[in-house]
């Protein structure tokens, strides 16, 4: 496939941009950049857009690459005297500062802006006096950049790459949506290019603070975005005094083609399991039953929870607390009442026989669980087996230790982890290929990043991941909200192939495959 775009075994950066159409004279300015591998054709095409458009997305899966494309974007403009800040989850400074080291001879100064306010306010101050110290690129955080960006903008760093882009951005009034906004809007041609493997992570209506920044012609408001997409209702619900108040939500989407046209007018998608030609991975619901005194505490602190929050129930925030309480309550009795244990969540005992079945002792696994309290539970039900640990109390870095443990140290055979902490950044499929969400996750796309740590290119073990379900909880209803939407997300991102299809009732065939059957 590489060949039709003229590529050879040894690519540089010059050969890249010949490829796009680029004159001799601007590639040969590169020539001598030697890059890791070969750009695979999504990755030049994400690279065509960026280099094309002022703002652009790359919509690429986990390990799809996207990486390579924003660090040749860096490159490219740093010859021009131009900065970039590349904001990103600290998880992933490391990642990105050894993947720069992959790419040889590219010449750039790098900085990690992750110091502390006095510190940071030196470094800015010897930037500003002294130009030869700048460094080309500056990877930070969201809250750095929320906090630095108007002084390296007056400094010359008039790009900007929002990797993971999708965690800042599902709330247009949310302060990172703001100063990305006022970045693009100090200058037409200030370059902002947006990076996830998730575009719509849980809702469609999630997905135009996206379109606003990429395409603020067409969604300028959310009132356009709704009115060309939305269709709500409105339900009742008795107010304090038991009179009727009517609320407005969302009873279904249309127009998803047009969505989908204008989501990828400036952006490019890449499925890992297209590009990566990985098998789709064996997804298995195990069902459990609560116990009998389990139910009934989980009937009395709901029911209590019910009359203790009264009138309020019809604020959604108060809504999402009693979901958390009930999903929690499910698999940690024990932190709503003294006389519970561990054992006495059957949730533990399905893990444990999923463990116990998957042998530990000869292969490692990942167990994902979404509270706090549910992994600190875990992990001592799991005490045996040394866990590591990886969830929000530990912080990136600490994070990080407990991810190289559980890679390298072999009486650590299992790995907890909560899904926003342990989803991003980290690379698991070559020393695990089982992975058992004991809670359910109900955004689609927290789900692909978790899972898709131990999807990785070349693997030749099965990935196989077990969701629990325990019966008459909440927990088959998150579930069943996760596949409706994805099969919503997946009318607009169009993927033909998701981690899902069989979930979904989609085939998991190859396309050779359904060809023969057909």
């Known amino acids: 496939m590489l060949s039709q775009f003229g590529l050879t075994p040894k690519m540089s950066f010059g050969q890249v941009l010949r490829t796009l159409g680029y004159g001799d004279d601007l590639a040969q300015r590169f020539e001598a950049i030697e890059l890791p591998f070969q750009p695979m054709p999504h990755q030049l095409a994400g690279l065509h857009y960026a280099l094309t458009y002022p703002r652009s997305g790359l919509f690429f899966e986990p390990r799809t690459g996207k990486t390579l494309v924003l660090q040749l974007l860096a490159i490219y403009y740093a010859y021009f005297g131009v900065g ?17 080291e992959e790419i040889k001879r590219h010449g750039l100064h790098l900085d990690v802006l992750n110091d502390g306010p006095v510190t940071r306010a030196k470094k800015l101050k010897l930037w500003e006096e002294d130009p ?4 080309h690129v500056v990877m930070m955080s969201r809250e750095i950049f929320k906090q630095t960006w108007q002084d390296l903008y007056t400094q010359g760093f008039t790009n900007v790459h929002f990797d993971e882009s999708h965690l800042g951005l599902q709330d ?3 302060q990172t949506a703001k100063a990305m906004r006022a970045f693009i809007n100090q200058n037409d041609r200030n370059r902002l290019v947006l990076s996830t493997g998730t575009p719509i992570p849980n809702q469609i209506k999630g997905v135009f603070t996206t379109l606003n920044l990429l395409l603020p012609e067409v969604y300028r408001t959310r009132y356009a975005f709704d009115r060309a997409h939305c269709v709500y209702k409105t339900i009742y619900i008795p107010d304090k005094f038991g009179n009727p108040k009517g609320v407005s939500v969302i009873d279904d989407y249309v127009g998803l083609d047009i969505l989908s046209k204008h989501m990828y007018s400036r952006a490019v998608y890449a499925s890992k399991r297209e ?19 389990h ?14 929050i009264g009138e309020e129930i019809i604020d959604a925030r108060t809504a999402q607390k009693l979901r958390q309480v009930a999903l929690q309550l499910i698999t940690v009795p024990e932190e709503f009442a003294d006389d519970f244990k561990s054992s006495d969540s059957s949730v533990y005992e399905t893990v444990a026989a999923i463990v116990d079945s998957v042998n530990p002792e000869k292969e490692k696994l990942v167990i994902f669980a979404n509270y706090t309290r549910s992994v600190e539970a875990l992990a001592r039900h799991f005490q045996k087996l040394h866990p590591a640990i990886v969830y929000g109390p530990y912080g990136p870095e600490k994070n990080a230790i407990e991810v190289e443990r559980f890679r390298t140290q072999a009486k650590c055979r299992v790995l907890i982890a909560n899904p926003a902490a342990g989803g991003v950044g980290f690379k698991l499929g070559d020393v ?6 004991a809670e359910p996750v109900s955004a689609p796309g927290v789900f692909d990043q978790a899972l898709s740590r131990v999807m990785l290119l070349g693997q030749t073990e099965p990935v196989v991941c077990y969701i629990v379900k325990v019966n008459n909880t909440i927990s088959p209803l998150a579930i069943e909200h996760m596949l409706n939407k994805a099969r919503d997300i997946n009318e607009v991102v169009k993927s033909k192939k998701t981690l899902l299809d069989a979930l979904l009732g989609k085939p998991v065939m190859t396309e050779d495959e359904l060809a023969e059957v057909a």
């Not at 695990?432 to 969400?437: E, L, N, P, S």
Request: charged share 25%; net charge positive; proline share 8%.
């Open 84 to 100: 970039t800040m590349q904001v990103m989850p600290p998880a992933l400074f490391r990642q990105f500062t050894h993947d720069y």
């Open 172 to 174: 247009e009034a949310s």
């Open 275 to 293: 590009v990566l030609s990985l098998e789709a991975p064996n997804i298995q619901i195990i069902e459990c039953d609560m116990k009998p005194k």
């Open 295 to 308: 139910r009934r505490l989980y009937q009395k602190v709901l029911n209590e929870r019910l009359l203790e």
């Open 132 to 135: 030869s110290k700048r460094p």
């Open 432 to 437: 695990a290929q089982t992975v058992i969400f």
